[in-house]
């Protein structure tokens, strides 16, 4: 049982993301009175799914760091709420698997027989392969220690002997070290070209060693549960209140406004995105200098978002497994034509697997990121039209290539980054950040805001990267020093 020692001072949060519900959760722990403000109905920010025609459709969660219970990640899930011993918990056979020409190549959790299977596709990139599988089963080792997270903050303290070769590569510039066509597409199947070959190494060495399952009630019931903590510690959420001010005087945070009605606290974190805080609810001049910084440095500090489909498959197929990566005819998305094509299985979601969901995820960068905002804030109805347009061409490069899919594939959404902008005030729509790129930095920027003693913001742009884990922990870190 835990034991709250009350300190009665109040805090307010903005916004019910999982960054916002773990700050809540620590302040509680630490004995403030909580109360969380979110603009939607629901908790978890961009961790959630919805239903189409009776159907779930996850909108987050490929695979959570921290579900090995012998880990400082799985303990973090387990104090907030989201996950336990008894939770039932999805490891697949492969991260994701990639196909070109007649050939097929799965980041198995079975580094061994990957490490063979590229070997036997192409002794010419013996060098190569042996370093990266060398480098992942380093890292696999590493990731059953307790309290390792596998992040390249952490690789860099001398996990990983190749960390420097690593470090200095893009995940294009890698795949150029590879000579088969098909390892060449391997290492940017998944993650953008742009990104640092560190993080699939991280990602998939996670993945491999069991400690980056999926939770198997999909990533809506699991922002659920951290909600029901927060609830259970005797937090509040506000739903439904999106807040349009924040009083600021003498250098203090006084109030917020929403829904016209005011609430005072004597502290205040901002989890929402910070070009929404800095431009919408409190004067840009008190932007922190160096996260301003990050946003003007685009060519550095690039953001994507993505365009997805979701289907669903009325009867077993085996064409569809888990996550593969297939060549299909050139597709325009966006600004850009496409000829890989990511498509996702979510099986392990549904009882009946007979059907499933299965979605196409196709990344955009900033210029088809503007392209989708343009058209949105133009003319709407253009927009549609494209969205539509674009889902069709889709769905037709799909059946093409695995026309047995033809008369048991059924659409059921369509969204593009200006969803995540809509429902979440995220900056272009990203959800992960700025890019992690070959050289990049791990620091993290302060949480304080000059001259607002009593208030601090906290988000993935401050970091290195987004997602879940880092998530949950920026909530933990800023409390600590409330």
Same mark, same amino acid.
Request: with cysteine.
């Given at each position: 049982?835990?034991?709250?020692? !009350? +300190? ?7 916004? *019910? ?19 969380? @403000? ?9 961790? =959630?799914? #919805? ?9 987050? $969660? ?10 400082? %990640?799985?303990?973090? #899930? ?24 007649? +050939? ?24 190569? =392969? ?9 890292? &696999?080792?590493?990731?059953? /220690? ?7 903050? &952490? ?51 996670? @993945?491999?060693?069991?400690?980056? !399952? ?7 019931? @699991?922002?659920?549960?951290? *909600? ?15 807040? =349009? ?12 406004? *929403? ?5 005072? %606290?004597? @502290? ?18 008190? $932007? ?25 498959? +009325? ?15 050139? =597709? ?25 969901? /299965? ?33 069709? +061409? ?20 369509? #969204? ?22 070959? !050289? ?7 949480? !304080? /805001?000059?001259? /607002? ?21 920026? %909530? ?7």
């Amino acid at each position: 049982m835990i034991s709250i020692k !009350k +300190n009665n001072k109040s805090l307010l949060v903005i916004g *019910a993301g999982i960054t916002g519900l773990s700050t809540g959760i620590h302040a509680l722990l630490k004995g403030y009175n909580v109360e969380i @403000f979110e603009k939607n109905d629901f908790p978890g920010g961009c961790c =959630t799914g #919805w239903f189409r025609e009776g159907y779930y459709i996850d909108n987050c $969660m490929h695979w959570l760091t921290g579900t090995n219970q012998h880990t400082k %990640g799985f303990k973090l #899930w387990k104090k907030l709420g989201a996950i336990s011993e008894t939770s039932n918990l999805h490891q697949g056979e492969y991260f994701y698997k990639s196909v070109y020409d007649n +050939n097929e190549i799965a980041l198995s959790t079975d580094t061994k027989k990957l490490r063979k299977e590229m070997l036997d596709l192409s002794s010419a990139d013996a060098e190569e =392969t042996s370093r990266f599988v060398d480098a992942i089963e380093e890292l &696999v080792k590493a990731n059953q /220690i307790n309290n390792f997270i596998c992040t390249p903050f &952490v690789v860099a303290k001398g996990y990983l002997k190749n960390y420097l070769y690593y470090h200095k590569l893009s995940l294009g510039e890698l795949s150029k070290k590879f000579k088969h066509p098909l390892l060449q597409r391997l290492f940017t199947d998944y993650f953008p070209a742009e990104y640092s070959s560190l993080s699939l190494i991280c990602a998939y060495a996670t @993945f491999a060693s069991g400690n980056g !399952k999926v939770y198997e009630k999909g990533s809506k019931e @699991f922002a659920n549960n951290i *909600a029901k903590k927060f609830i259970s510690l005797g937090g509040i959420i506000h739903y439904n209140s999106n807040v =349009t001010n924040i009083e600021i005087t003498n250098n203090s945070f006084k109030s917020i406004t *929403a829904n016209n009605q005011k609430f005072e %606290g004597d @502290f205040l974190i901002s989890t929402i995105d910070p070009m929404f805080l800095f431009n919408n609810l409190i004067d840009n001049s008190y $932007m922190p200098k160096d996260l301003k910084n990050k946003f003007l440095n685009k060519k550095q500090n690039e953001i994507v978002s993505s365009f997805h489909t979701a289907y669903l498959i +009325n009867q077993y197929t085996p064409d569809i497994t888990e996550t593969s990566v297939i060549e299909i005819e050139p =597709t325009l998305v966006g600004r850009h034509i496409i000829t890989r094509l990511l498509i996702k299985d979510y099986s392990y979601l549904y009882k009946d697997k007979d059907k499933k969901v /299965i979605q196409l995820f196709i990344v955009q960068n900033m210029e088809d990121i503007e392209y989708w905002q343009d058209l949105y804030t133009n003319n709407k109805e253009e927009y549609k039209i494209v969205k539509e347009n674009t889902t069709t +061409n889709l769905t037709s490069a799909l059946l093409n290539k695995l026309p047995n899919l033809k008369d048991n594939l059924h659409l059921l959404d369509s #969204w593009t980054p200006v969803t995540y902008n809509s429902y979440f005030n995220t900056y272009y729509g990203s959800y992960m950040g700025f890019v992690f790129k070959k !050289k990049g930095s791990i620091k993290k920027l302060s949480s !304080k /805001i000059k001259n /607002i003693k009593n208030m601090r913001y906290v988000t993935y742009w401050q970091t290195y990267m987004g997602g879940l884990p880092i998530a949950a922990r920026l %909530g933990e870190a800023v409390v600590k020093h409330l």
